[in-house]
Each structure stands twice: as C-alpha cells, then as structure tokens.
C-alpha cells in the first residue's frame, strides 16, 4: 500500500472514531477554574516597562533614480542634488568634444538645472578611471567638465545660473577600478564620469 492509501485509510479510520464519539464528550463545556483555586490566586506582575527613547536622529536619507540606459543618475538629499554623467555616453574614448549621444543627456540635465537651481552656483567635475597618467587624467577630466559646462550655458542661456568647473583625474572613485588585483572594467566604467552639483 502507498503512502498516500495508508493516509487515505487512516484518515478515514479517524474520522469514523470521531463520529462515534458520544454526543456528551464531542460537546463537553469548558469550565473556568473556580474561585480560590492555585491558578486564581497567583499573583499579577507588573507588566509596564520603560519605554526606550524612539526619538533617535534620522540619518540623511539619498533619492537616486537612474535614466533607462544608465547615461543619468540623479541623486537629492536635504543638502545637495547632484546629477552623474556617464562619460562614456558624453564622449568618446580619450576625448573631450561631446558626442552626438551626449546632446539628449545634457538636455535633460538643463531642464534640472532651470527648474531647481536659478541663483545658484552649480559645480561641473570631471572625473576619470585609473587608466594612464594622472597627470593626463586630470587635464582631460578638466577639459570634459569645461565641454559639459559650455553645452550647458548653451542651453540655460539666460537662466540666472554660475558654473564652476573642475577636474580630478581618477580621484575619489565611485567603484573599484580593481578587484582582487584584477582589472574591473565595470568599476572604471562608473568612475568615469561628469557630476553636476549644486546646493538644496
């Protein structure tokens, strides 16, 4: 016989058992204990405790949202916004004139700008991965940050807008550019970018 059959069978064996209970036992009534009993006079505890101090500051909390292809991270918190750049996007390999791709980005990036940052002083840095000499990297992240700014004062003409540029090479990665010793293209990726910043 299967396992299911023999708890097919005892099943059945069980309900009938039940069936033949006699009407007195299947309703028999529960009755409290009785007044004087051991259960009825223990004693209650206390049961109010301290309460804890729940009023504990909150860290500062980052929104980020990305566009689909990854091109634009937007980023806000009570202090800042700041508006990542994918260079890789921006630019092509070692260079600093902006692509045909970059237009829709940079675009996008103006919208942000004229709706939250008219009066403000808005920070354009251009950052690279740590392929190459330092020295290079900087002067080429300098001169995408001053590219992007251009494209942007292009945009914003008018707007009561400052911008103040400047590069950094493969300073403060966002990734590792190596994992384990090892190349990571992936995180030299992220690391080459375009922040543009400003106050909340």
Request: proline fraction near 4%.
């Amino acid at each position: 016989m299967s396992r299911s059959a023999r708890a097919a069978a005892g099943a059945g064996v069980l309900a009938a058992a039940l069936v033949a209970l006699p009407q007195s036992a299947a309703a028999e009534e529960y009755v409290p204990e009785q007044a004087g009993t051991e259960v009825d006079s223990a004693p209650v505890h206390d049961l109010t405790l301290p309460a804890q101090d729940l009023a504990g500051g909150v860290d500062d909390l980052t929104l980020s949202t990305s566009t689909e292809d990854g091109s634009m991270t937007d980023s806000e918190n009570a202090e800042e916004r700041i508006v990542t750049l994918d260079a890789d996007v921006l630019f092509a390999f070692d260079e600093a004139e902006l692509s045909d791709d970059a237009r829709k980005t940079l675009e996008d990036t103006a919208e942000i700008l004229r709706d939250d940052a008219p009066s403000k002083t808005v920070s354009i840095d251009g950052y690279t991965d740590s392929k190459g000499e330092e020295s290079y990297n900087r002067s080429l992240s300098e001169d995408r940050a001053a590219a992007v700014e251009q494209e942007l004062s292009s945009l914003l003409d008018g707007a009561d807008i400052t911008f103040e540029t400047a590069g950094h090479g493969s300073a403060d990665p966002v990734a590792p550019n190596e994992v384990d010793g090892e190349d990571n293209p992936d995180g030299r990726a992220e690391n080459r970018r375009v922040e543009v910043a400003f106050a909340r």
